[in-house]
């Protein structure tokens, strides 16, 4: 069997004429969660140490908000779902005496609504 193809559909196109560009992509927003971290301010550590700990590892671009209640840091990660497995792998490693709180599913709404 032979394959057949017009020689039309090879014609060239003049240099002024900008190419075709077909957009045909659609970007999905990735799924997006919040995670609450409880930092204890233990009395013999300096106040703010894991903070300043947490806020200088990898983990720091997904701090949203921090609030300070009685002796304890509550903070707000917000990060993709597929990020869970590296953000709680580091949380643990980096910070062991953070509590992990509930992880709740954060809607995205789309931009130009």
Known sequence: MALTQSI????????S???V??????PFPTARARLQVTLP?????????????LLR????????STE???EEV????????????FTL??????????MIGPLKRRHTVAKGR
């Not at 560009?21 to 659609?26: A, F, K, Q, T």
């Not at 993709?80 to 497995?85: H, P, T, V």
């Open 17 to 19: 004429t900008p190419p």
């Open 89 to 98: 792998h580091t949380l643990i490693s980096t910070l062991p005496a953070a």
């Open 8 to 15: 039309d559909s090879f014609e060239t196109q003049p240099l």
């Open 41 to 53: 301010h233990p009395s013999h550590d300096l106040p703010g140490t894991q903070l300043r700990t």
């Open 57 to 64: 590892s990898p983990l720091g671009v997904y701090v949203v």
């Open 74 to 85: 509550r903070v707000q990660l917000d990060i993709a779902l597929d990020d869970l497995d």
């Open 21 to 26: 560009r077909r957009n045909n992509v659609i």
């Open 68 to 70: 300070a209640v009685r």
